[in-house]
Nanobody
Framework: QVQLVESGGGLVQAGGSLRLSCAAS????????MGWFRQAPGKEREFVAG????????QYADSVKGRFTISRDNVKNMVYLQMNSLKPEDTAVYYC?????????????????WGQGTQVTVSS
């Protein structure tokens, strides 16, 4: 079992930045591929970014490529999402997720554990 707790969400103006954090506990953190997903009202949960177990590979949704950066610290059991040049369409609840695998999945149904989510609101 892995417990995930997100933080760092909030209200920001378009063009601004936020850094989301996800604290993991329970099992060996470095055994898990980590990802960030988001869900806007009335929409399905979508992949935002993912990172392999030791951070050697990352992947991003086209909509955030060049603006968002995912990273992890396996000593602190943390994963981060740095979000720059935020747009109103980035408004959503952002979820941290973990997958007990070596593969970097981009679909929500492949993730094993989820945090409770943190709200990000970008005003125009």
């Amino acid at each position: 079992q892995v417990q995930l707790v997100e933080s760092g969400g909030g209200l920001v103006q378009a063009g601004g930045s936020l850094r989301l954090s996800c604290a993991a506990s329970g099992r060996t953190f470095s055994n898990y591929v980590m990802g960030w997903f988001r869900q806007a009202p009335g929409k399905e949960r979508e992949f935002v970014a993912g990172i392999t177990r030791h951070g050697s590979k990352t992947q991003y949704a086209d909509s955030v490529k060049g603006r968002f950066t995912i990273s992890r610290d396996n000593v602190k059991n943390m994963v981060y999402l740095q979000m720059n040049s935020l747009k109103p369409e980035d408004t959503a609840v952002y979820y941290c997720a973990a997958s007990y695998t070596t593969l970097l999945y981009t679909t929500a149904d492949r993730m094993d554990y989820w945090g409770q989510g943190t709200q990000v609101t970008v005003s125009s």
